[in-house]
């Protein structure tokens, strides 16, 4: 009976895990025999990124912590904006370091980004239409020296193509830059218990070997754009609604 009784637990347990809607992450790394705060993602219902706080260190010059701090604003599900400002924590202010407009097209499903710099000048343009297996963006970019006014003769093109396969697994990206020949490829091989990830085109071409976990597990099923770390150096404080 007893034995029943903690079967029933675990897996009410579970039930609950994976029902629930998530509402933050909080992601805290082992350094040494502590665990510090790393970086707090926090969603709406629906699972979408809304706001997104990447702990910085202490800056002995200016006497405060700096953290970098990422809000988006969201209407009908789509993306409208994107503010990205640096906290000075010991001053109580965030200063604003970039921000970008969206503009979606429902004919042409194409969703346009616009990114400014602090002082409004454009650093890219960026549109981007996905269907159920292949999402595919251009970019026309100033990131260097930034525009008033878009000038795309002059701007670096980046084309991106991504492939997925039927359970929406990125399996291939292909990435395009109007200033170099070839383009770099990424492969994206699943198993059961892990998953490849390798470069071509790159300087260093690399194959790396990820193990999954319970919690990637989680973030995948509930469609959260999330990469959890290897528990080794991280941990994690999962909130729910």
């Given amino acids: 009976m007893l034995k029943n009784l903690i079967y029933i637990t675990i897996f009410f347990t579970s039930f609950l895990s994976f029902s629930q809607n998530i509402k933050s992450i909080a992601e805290f790394k082992k350094v ?39 809000t988006f604003e969201l209407k009908n599900g789509q993306r409208v904006s994107e503010y990205f400002c640096e906290d000075f924590v010991a001053k109580d202010t965030c200063v604003l370091r ?21 002082d409004s000048l454009i650093r890219f343009i960026r549109e ?17 020296i930034p525009v008033e006014k878009p000038d795309f003769e ?23 830059n109007s200033r170099k020949k070839k383009p770099v490829v990424e492969l994206y091989k699943y198993s059961d ?26 973030a995948d099923k509930k469609s959260l754009n999330y990469i959890f770390q290897n528990s080794e150096n991280f941990k994690y404080e999962i909130e729910y609604y």
């Fill in 128 to 144: 981007t239409k996905k269907s159920k297996r292949i999402k595919s963006s251009k970019t026309y970019s100033w990131e260097f």
């Fill in 98 to 118: 970039s921000f970008s407009t969206f503009e979606f097209d429902k004919k042409n499903g194409i969703e346009k980004q616009t990114k400014f710099e602090s």
């Fill in 32 to 70: 040494g025999d502590s665990l510090i705060k790393n970086r707090l993602s926090e969603f709406d219902q629906s699972g979408n990124l809304v706001r997104e706080v990447n702990y910085g260190r202490f800056d002995s010059r200016l006497k405060t912590y700096r953290n970098k701090i990422t």
């Fill in 154 to 176: 002059k701007a670096l093109v980046l084309i991106d193509t991504i492939f997925y396969d039927k359970k929406q697994r990125k399996i291939k990206r292909v990435s395009y």
């Fill in 193 to 218: 218990k892990n998953y490849t990830y390798q470069t071509i085109g790159t300087f260093r071409d690399t194959t790396l070997t990820f193990q999954y976990n319970k919690l990637q597990k989680l």
